[in-house]
């Protein structure tokens, strides 16, 4: 089994910062993509950023420019730096990892999510 553990999430003002962290644990042979989600009330999950394990990003348009994602293949943990957040941004943030397992199949594992409210 495979577990994920985020933080960092929280409430900020308007133009304000938030750096959020997803580290994977347990049964990994090779983590493949790892990503970030959000949901809004009443809104479906949505992609915010995703990486490949060589580093290729892809950002969703309302955040691009403004967050960045980034992964420590060596401590199977990916970051969310948020800058200039704005009230559209509060969601429930959700990391997303493909991890191989040592029998060499592939599993999609969720973190249990953290919540970030963007407010004044």
């Known amino acids: 089994q495979v577990q994920l553990v985020e933080s960092g999430g929280g409430s900020v003002q308007p133009g304000g910062s938030l750096r959020l962290s997803c580290a994977a644990s347990g049964s990994i042979f090779r983590v493949n993509f790892m990503g970030w989600y959000r949901q809004a009330p009443g809104k479906e999950r949505e992609l915010v950023a995703r990486i490949s394990s060589g580093g290729r990003t892809t950002y969703a348009d309302s955040v691009k420019g403004r967050f960045t994602i980034s992964r420590d293949n060596a401590k199977n943990t990916v970051y969310l730096q948020m800058n200039s957040l704005k009230p559209e941004d509060t969601a429930v943030y959700y990391c997303?990892?493909?991890?191989?397992?040592?029998?060499?199949?592939?599993?999609?594992?969720w973190g249990q999510g953290t919540q970030v409210t963007v407010s004044s």
């Open positions: 997303n990892v493909d991890v191989m397992a040592p029998s060499y199949i592939v599993n999609k594992y």
